[in-house]
């Protein structure tokens, strides 16, 4: 793989690729389209983990209540993880990883 490096340089128009993006939209945009923009982009992110957390349970061929006991978690967080109402963070996203990349030794070492 090449690495191709460039200098950009504000003050130097001819320096600026051309098609990057449209000066006049940008300054349209309010912060209110900001707002809303980053709300759509979270409720994006709480999707992809229901589905990650979702994925992995079913992997596992263990149904909600057989996970929840298996992995020591309350059942209504892991129905909260499933419906895109919470996200795991921390140790219980970690969890999943491990969970999804070696079932077999992460169940084990939970017993």
């Known amino acids: 793989m090449k690495t191709v490096r460039m200098t950009i340089d504000p003050a130097v128009p001819a320096s600026l690729a051309t098609g990057r993006i449209d000066p006049a939209r940008v300054d349209a945009t309010t912060e209110a389209d900001i707002a809303k ?3 759509a ?3 994006e992110a ?3 983990a229901a589905k990650f ?3 992995v349970r079913k992997r596992l061929g263990l149904s909600q209540a ?3 006991e298996r992995i020591d978690v309350p059942l209504e967080t892991i129905r909260n993880w499933e ?3 919470r996200s795991p963070t921390g140790a ?3 969890l999943l990883k ?3 990349k070696a079932p077999e030794a992460a169940l084990a070492a939970l017993q």
């Open 46 to 48: 709480m999707q992809d």
């Open 83 to 85: 419906q895109g109402k």
């Open 37 to 39: 923009q980053a709300a």
């Open 53 to 55: 957390a979702r994925r």
């Open 41 to 43: 982009d979270e409720a």
């Open 98 to 100: 491990v969970l999804d």
């Open 92 to 94: 219980a996203k970690a």
């Open 66 to 68: 057989e996970f929840s």
